[in-house]
């Protein structure tokens, strides 16, 4: 079956640390990867993408994410974190073949970044 | 240029009401996906409208349908409402282009009683 998998539920860094958020898939093919970001009863907003090319993919807000295939693994990073990135993260996969546009999205990861 | 743009904001119904939520998608955007979030969940997948035809379809009841307009716009009715149904409902554009990203709505947040 086809899913995303983010293994921590809550993430806490110290502003001005680097923070990664993790990301695992399980999709047959060659997915595209998507994070995207939630604030409180807000939708999702767009961060970044993978589709092809360069395994490190640059994002809004000085966030970036490495492709790591035989991991299947996409992990957001960013290397120095602000307050202001509090907020709830989502990983997506847009599967390969036949998906057109359907994501699928793991639970989530909230990051929690304390002053 | 707006963002993609839903209403109502906010919905509050019965159990076996019916509710219909709509959505403008961006501008130059002729795909529309229709996502279920529940409390503490990612996004589920519902559906997704092109050229005003369902193409695609995640693992969701008959009661949940949805219709797209000319004008790219694009409606999510659900039938016979369970208190299961209580969520926030996604709407998110795209061009019809491999890879296109998906521009997420504010969301409606349906609470079922």
């Known amino acids: 079956a086809q899913s995303v998998a983010q293994p921590e539920d809550q993430v806490n860094v110290a502003e001005g640390n680097p923070l990664t958020v993790k990301c695992t898939y399980s999709?047959?093919?060659?997915?595209?990867l998507f994070w995207y970001v939630q604030y409180p009863n807000r939708g999702l907003q767009f961060l970044l993408k993978?589709?092809?090319?360069?395994?490190l993919v640059k994002g809004s807000y000085g966030f970036e994410a490495e492709f790591n295939k035989s991991q299947t693994s996409f992990h957001l990073k960013k290397p120095s974190a602000l307050v202001s990135d509090s907020a709830l993260y989502f990983c997506a996969v847009r599967p390969d073949s036949g998906g057109y546009n359907k994501l699928i999205f793991g639970a989530g990861t909230r990051l929690a970044v304390h002053p | 240029d707006a963002g993609v743009t839903q209403s109502p904001t906010h919905l509050i119904k019965t159990r076996g009401q019916q509710v219909t939520l709509r959505c403008s998608p961006k501008?130059?955007?002729?795909?529309v996906s229709w996502y279920q979030q529940a409390l503490g969940q990612g996004p589920q997948f519902i559906f997704q409208y092109y050229e005003e035809e369902e193409r695609q379809r995640g693992n969701f009841p008959d009661r949940f349908s949805g219709h797209q307009f000319p004008n790219y716009s694009s409606e999510l009715n659900v039938n016979a409402l369970l208190l299961g149904d209580s969520a926030l409902y996604l709407c998110?554009?795209?061009?019809?282009?491999?890879?296109?990203?998906?521009?997420f709505g504010p969301g409606t947040r349906l609470l079922v009683l």
């Open positions: 501008s130059g955007h002729d795909t």
């Open positions: 993978y589709i092809t090319g360069d395994n």
């Open positions: 999709v047959s093919g060659n997915p595209y």
């Open positions: 998110a554009s795209s061009p019809d282009t491999g890879g296109a990203t998906q521009y």
